[in-house]
């Protein structure tokens, strides 16, 4: 789901400089100068280990006492109790705007709010905006404790970004109301299904909706360097009627105004578990024409009001209770590999994950720029 990397030391530097200037004018002014160097520290720190270990980071995240985040909304991957977990476990409130908004809803206010207090401090963002937030410069570097056990293809050589969660691209459908749920892609073009398909969104802004498109594009000849297959595909659902341009929610579910749904595996289950007994028998498929996969990605933004929690708040995310309340979430967390080896796994929470045959692959981050371009030229002329 070209980039522009400056190194570790030279923001350091230029983080320091910039403290130096800050201590003057404050001193100047009668402000307290501890203050303000811790607060340049943390917004230069890479690691927990430049606080002086996670103690001293908790406590620089407490004194700050809040966390700005954005689009993350409390039925998506469990993110409900992971902040739950997090304001409990932490002196920290959680400050969670838009929680209905998109990746790049998250990029537009990183850009329009630089400097202000309400600025969000982290970001969840679909791969390929990660990828471009990273090449705009818009991103801190930043390794958790956990940083190695990350494979190498998932997150980016300085940690402006690392990739956490994750699922497979799938088919939703309520089977009180569908009589034959699809179970591929090519299935979703039967003239039954005439007004009853959705995506999570808009692709060029909707990571959902963009691994959506791009299944389709493998299920349509396509491939990971070719999206325009899957476009092709949904100008066709729209031709015949049956792809409406309704942002699949779960409001929309329950209402049964999108009663099939593509999206991620991990949202279209516990869409089976939050409407059993309100009239919806959601069943999910995962089209065997068309196995795509993806994850998240994780990101502190470079100018981030509360950088130490920002911090903080990554480093929960990558510990076995974070990694595990995504599992509980019936996402596949990046550690899974690790913490099955090492025991830390939930054995409970894995065994109710969807069943996939086959290793995911993934594409490279060529591909998914080019995929980028040729959705922003062709996707609304496909489907308006």
């Not at 407490?62 to 909304?73: D, V």
């Not at 409900?80 to 476990?89: L, S």
């Not at 991620?264 to 995962?286: C, H, P, R």
């Amino acid at each position: 789901m070209t980039r522009i990397r400056v190194r570790a030391n030279g923001r350091l530097a230029a983080a320091l400089a910039l403290s130096t200037a800050a201590l003057t004018a404050l001193t100047a002014c009668g402000a307290a100068p501890e203050e303000s160097a811790k607060t340049a520290d943390s917004a230069a720190a890479t690691s927990a280990a430049d606080f002086g270990g996670l103690k001293d980071l908790v406590a620089a995240a407490e004194k700050e006492g809040e966390l700005n985040a954005i689009a993350l909304p409390p039925d998506w991957a469990n993110y409900g109790e992971v902040i739950k977990a997090f304001e409990a476990k932490y002196k920290i409130k959680v400050n969670s705007e838009n929680p209905d908004g998109s990746s790049s809803d998250e990029i537009a206010a990183v850009k329009s709010r630089k400097g202000q207090d309400r600025a969000p401090d982290v970001l969840d963002l679909g791969i390929a905006f990660a990828r471009s937030g990273a090449a705009e410069n818009l991103f801190a570097p930043y390794k958790v404790e956990a940083w190695d056990k990350i494979p190498d293809a998932q997150k980016e050589k300085d940690g402006r970004w690392f990739n956490d969660y994750g699922g497979y691209i799938s088919i939703g459908c309520d089977a009180s109301r569908i009589k034959t749920c699809p179970e591929t892609f090519a299935d979703l073009l039967k003239p039954e299904y005439k007004g009853k398909v959705a995506l999570n969104g808009n692709p060029t802004k909707s990571g959902s909706a963009f691994g959506g498109v791009y299944a389709a594009s493998l299920a349509n000849k396509g491939s990971f360097g070719d999206i325009q297959p899957g476009i092709d595909f949904f100008g066709e659902l729209k031709k015949n009627g049956n792809f409406i341009p309704v942002e699949s929610t779960p409001a929309t579910v329950e209402k049964g105004e999108t009663p099939i749904s593509i999206d991620w595996d991990y949202l279209n289950a516990s869409y089976a578990d939050q409407f059993k007994g309100k009239g919806v028998d959601w069943k999910v498929a995962i089209p065997s024409d068309g196995v795509y996969a993806q994850y998240y990605s994780q990101a502190i933004n470079k100018d981030a009001p509360h950088p130490a929690a920002a911090r903080l708040w990554m480093e929960f995310l990558y510990s076995a209770e974070g990694q595990n309340l995504w599992l509980k979430g019936y996402a596949r967390p990046v550690l899974l590999p690790a913490m099955t080896t090492d025991g830390t796994a939930d054995k409970s929470f894995v065994a109710k994950l969807p069943e996939v045959e086959g290793t995911p692959t993934f594409p490279e981050s060529a591909e998914l720029d080019k995929a980028n371009a040729t959705l922003a030229e062709n996707w609304d002329k496909a489907v308006s």
